[in-house]
C-alpha cells in the first residue's frame, strides 16, 4: 500500500459525490480508493510512450442517428419510477 | 482626475438546435407538449440506456463553425461533465471538453470605429437540462425533462469586446448567421440563444486582464446591456475605493436590475470531466465539412449586395428586409409572382413591422404566405380595392393567413366602380354640406379633403379616393 489518502480528500469526494458516510464506512472507502489508486501505480509501470491515448476499446467511429422522431411518450415508465409526482412531473425539493 | 478604465468582455453563448429529435435518441424536441411525454430511458438516464448521436447536430455544428471561420476538429470526442442537479437526471451533462467541434473562429461586427473582429476560442456541442418549476406554496420543484437532451452548442468567444454596444453587435451577429443556416431560432426570450457574460475591468492601456465574474440569467438584450453597465460600474467603484474584484457567477435580476454572487471560485464545481465512454469518437472527413460548406446560404451581406442590384429598392429597406432570412425569403417569394419589389418591400417594413411590434412577435413569426401578399398588393394595382381597405385586409391576412381574394368577395369590400352609385354620393356631400362647398368655391381648397373623406365614409370606404377627388373637383367647378 504505496497510497494514503487523506481525511480531507476523503470529505471532498463524499461530498462531491453527495455521500454521507459513518466513520467505518469512510475507513473501508479509504481502503478501496487506496488500492485502486495502487492498482493505477501499477498500470502507470507500463512504458506507453509509443502508444497513442484512447478512451475507447472498439475501433468504431461515426455511430449516428438520423433526425427523425421514433420515440413516443415514455412518461408512464419514467412517473412509475418517481417516489412522488404531481401534474405528471417528478417532486423534488426545492431546488433553486 | 480619476483614472480611465476599460471594460473587458467574453461571451459564452449557448443556442439550442433545430432539430427535430434530441441529441441522443429519438424523442420529439417540440416545444408545448404536456410534461415528460417527450422522455426515454435516454434522455432520463436510466442504467443501462445507450446514447446515439444525431447525425443532423453534428452538421449544424459544423454549419455554424464554418461560417464563423472556424477550424473543423477532424477527430472529436464526448466527454461527461459531473454534477447532482435535478433537471440532469442521469447526474452528468454529455458535453466536450478535450475536443471541441469547432476552434479558432471568428466574426466580424460593425463598431462606430470601423469593422471589429471577435475571436472565437470554440464551439462545442452538448445537451440541454431539463426545467425545474418552483412551487413557493408546497417547498417543492416539479421537474419536467421534455428539454433534457436537446441538442445545444456553445459559442465560446475571446475576450475581444469592450462595450455593451459591441456585445449586442456580436450577439446579433451570430443570431443572422444560425438563423440564416437554419440551425436554430436564436430567440433569447424563449431560451433558444442564451449569454453568459464574462466581464472584468483594467486602466486603459493595461495589459494584463482584470480578475473576472460571470454573469448568467440574462435572456433579453436589454438586460445584457444593463447587465454589462451595472456590472462594469460595481468593479470599478471596487477598485477605485482600493477593494478587489472577487472572481465569481452572478445572476442577474431583471426585475430588480441588479446582479447578485450566486458562487465564488472558492466553492467551484469539481466537475471530473471524463471520456463518454458510451458514445464512440466521431471522425470528420474533408469531404463531409466541403458537403456542408457548399450547403451554406447566401449570407446577409451578400443578400444585400444582391438586392441592391437586383431590385434597386433603397439601402434602408434592404437593411430591414434582410434582418431575418423568413422576411428575406418572403419578400423574394412575393417578388417572383408579384415583381414590384418596393411595393413588397414597403408591406413589409411599415404594415407587417407595425403589427410585429404590437404584438409582440419575430419576422419569423410571420404566418402568411407570399402567394397572399402577392394578390393583395396586384387587387391595389388594379384598383379592385384601396390602399385603406387593402390595410384591414392584410391584418386579417396577417393573423390567419386569409385568401385576400376570398376576404373581400365575402365581405363585399371591392372597390364600387359604378360612377352611377359614385355620381350620387358625390352629389349628396355637396348638398349635404353648403358652407363648406362656398369655402372651396371661395379658393379655400383645402376643404376639398374633407369632402372626399365624407364621400369615401358614405361610400363605406369601398371607392377610389383618386376618382372621388376628380369627381368632386368637376362638379364643383
Known sequence: MANVICDETMESVAILAKLALSEEEKEQARKDMERMLDYIDKLNELDTTDVEPMSHVFPVSNCFREDIVSNGDGSASLMANAPEKRENQLVVPKTI | ?477
Not at chain 2, 450566486?262 to 463518454?276: H, I, L, N, W
Open chain 2, 1 to 477: 482626475m480619476s483614472r480611465q478604465y476599460e471594460t473587458v468582455i467574453g461571451l459564452e453563448v449557448h443556442v439550442e438546435l433545430a432539430t427535430k429529435t434530441k441529441i441522443f435518441c429519438g424523442c420529439s424536441t417540440s416545444f408545448g407538449g404536456a410534461p415528460n411525454t417527450h422522455t426515454c430511458p435516454v434522455c432520463t438516464g436510466m442504467p443501462g440506456s445507450l446514447p446515439v448521436l444525431n447525425r443532423q447536430v453534428v452538421e449544424y455544428a459544423m454549419a455554424v463553425g464554418i461560417a464563423a471561420n472556424c477550424e473543423i476538429t477532424r477527430c472529436l470526442k464526448f466527454d461527461r461533465k459531473n454534477y447532482f442537479y435535478p433537471d440532469n437526471p442521469q447526474n452528468y451533462q454529455i458535453s466536450q471538453l478535450y475536443l471541441p467541434i469547432c476552434r479558432n473562429g471568428y466574426v466580424e461586427i460593425e463598431t462606430p470605429e470601423g469593422i471589429k473582429q471577435v475571436r472565437i476560442h470554440e464551439i462545442h456541442m452538448e445537451e440541454d437540462a431539463g426545467k425545474l418549476v418552483h412551487d413557493d406554496w408546497s417547498d417543492t420543484s416539479l421537474v419536467d425533462y421534455n428539454r433534457s437532451g436537446v441538442p445545444l452548442i456553445e459559442i465560446v468567444s475571446e475576450p475581444d469586446m469592450r462595450s455593451a454596444q459591441e456585445v449586442i453587435a456580436y450577439l446579433e451577429k451570430l443570431r443572422l448567421l444560425i438563423q440564416y443556416l437554419g440551425a436554430s431560432d436564436c430567440k433569447l426570450q424563449e431560451g433558444s440563444m442564451r449569454a453568459d457574460v464574462n466581464l472584468s475591468v483594467r486602466e486603459a492601456g493595461a495589459e494584463a486582464y482584470g480578475t473576472r465574474t460571470e454573469m448568467k440569467n440574462l435572456n433579453s438584450f436589454r438586460a445584457i446591456t444593463r447587465a454589462i453597465e451595472g456590472e462594469s460600474a460595481r468593479q470599478i467603484e471596487l477598485l477605485e475605493s482600493g477593494r478587489s474584484v472577487v472572481q465569481e457567477t452572478r445572476k442577474w435580476d431583471d426585475g430588480k436590475e441588479m446582479s447578485y454572487a450566486m458562487r465564488s471560485k472558492e466553492d467551484a464545481q469539481d466537475y471530473r470531466y471524463f471520456p463518454d465512454p458510451d458514445l464512440v469518437p466521431v471522425i470528420i472527413s474533408e469531404a463531409w465539412i466541403e458537403k456542408v460548406r457548399a450547403s451554406q446560404p447566401e449570407f446577409r451581406t451578400e443578400k444585400m449586395e444582391r438586392y441592391k442590384k437586383e431590385y434597386g429598392i433603397p439601402d434602408y429597406d434592404i437593411g430591414i428586409l434582410t434582418q431575418s432570412k423568413h422576411m428575406a425569403d418572403l419578400f423574394e417569394e412575393t417578388v417572383a409572382i408579384c415583381p414590384l419589389p418596393k411595393k413588397v418591400s414597403n408591406w413589409l417594413m411599415v404594415e407587417t413591422m407595425r403589427l410585429l411590434k404590437e404584438k409582440n412577435m419575430d419576422a419569423q413569426d410571420i404566418r402568411y404566405s407570399a402567394g397572399n401578399l402577392a394578390k393583395l398588393i396586384q387587387m391595389v394595382e388594379d384598383k379592385e380595392i384601396n390602399g385603406t381597405i387593402a390595410k384591414e385586409v392584410f391584418e386579417v391576412m396577417f393573423e390567419q393567413d386569409t385568401d385576400p381574394e376570398i376576404y373581400v368577395e365575402e365581405h363585399g369590400l371591392k372597390t364600387v366602380t359604378d360612377e352611377n352609385a359614385l355620381n350620387r354620393a358625390v352629389e349628396d356631400v355637396i348638398a349635404a354640406n353648403p358652407q363648406t362647398v362656398e369655402e372651396y368655391r371661395n379658393g379655400k381648397e383645402k376643404v376639398l379633403g374633407f369632402l372626399v373623406g365624407q364621400t369615401m365614409k358614405v361610400m363605406k370606404g369601398q371607392a377610389d379616393p383618386a376618382l372621388v377627388n376628380r369627381l368632386l373637383k368637376e362638379k364643383l367647378s
